[in-house]
């Protein structure tokens, strides 16, 4: 086995472990923490198949946007865990029926080996286009000219998360202070502050009943 291979596997190792425990963690913040690093290991594998501009893709949208959107808004809301749970054990046959089904599809994959041509030689390549060809130029005409209106419409829709995420954020609650942004810029600072002119040095005003108990105490 060489190293390529290994790396392989261990990535993958990682990617199931990491996809295991987004579906079982209890707490939401760790599920999608094991989430990020779910994708961080299929960048790695895409990396492995020379698919540059798609892991790099994965980790700067998804890792690096997407996800840490979903962190903010799984920190932030109020998110009944205990009433997620309660339909956990009804839904369990069908979610059983299916993991099953997706492990001996995956079995059936593995088990039947992997057929990955040999890298051509660089003798094998005829002309200057094909030594100057790459993959990342060519998605990238693909996706501005074929697929340009999906390619627009996944953006508005991300927008449009973007806003609603940050919306459900800024409701009012009744267990923490707001602060009005436009009244912070508005103030000014004889506002917040008052300077009062005091005395340096003040007379100490002594009752005489309590020197009078002070000197017979003393006595």
């Known amino acids: 086995m060489d190293v390529k291979t290994g790396l392989f596997y261990f990535f993958s190792i990682v990617l199931l472990f990491a996809a295991f425990r987004v579906i079982t963690a209890r707490n939401p913040v760790y599920a999608v923490l094991y989430l990020v690093l779910a994708f961080f290991q299929a960048s790695a594998l895409w990396l492995l198949l020379k698919a540059e501009f798609l892991a790099i893709a994965l980790v700067l949208v998804y890792v690096g946007a997407v996800m840490v959107l979903f962190l903010f808004v799984v920190m932030m809301l109020d998110i009944d865990t205990e009433g997620a749970r309660q339909g956990f054990w009804k839904h369990f046959p069908l979610a059983a029926i299916v993991g099953v089904l997706i492990v001996l599809e995956m079995a059936a994959v593995l088990m039947g080996g992997f057929r990955v041509n040999e890298e ?91 020197a009078a108990q002070t000197a017979e105490n003393k006595a």
């Open 120 to 210: 051509p030689h660089a003798t094998a390549l005829v002309g200057q286009a094909a030594r100057d060809f790459s993959n990342t130029r060519e998605l990238g005409k693909l996706l501005y000219t074929q697929y340009l209106y999906p390619l627009e419409v996944a953006a508005a829709i991300l927008l449009v998360a973007m806003i609603a995420a940050i919306a459900l954020t800024l409701r009012q609650r009744k267990d923490s202070k707001q602060m009005n942004a436009a009244d912070q810029i508005a103030v000014k600072a004889k506002d917040r502050m008052a300077v009062i002119k005091m005395a340096s040095t003040q007379v100490r005003l002594v009752d005489a009943p309590a």
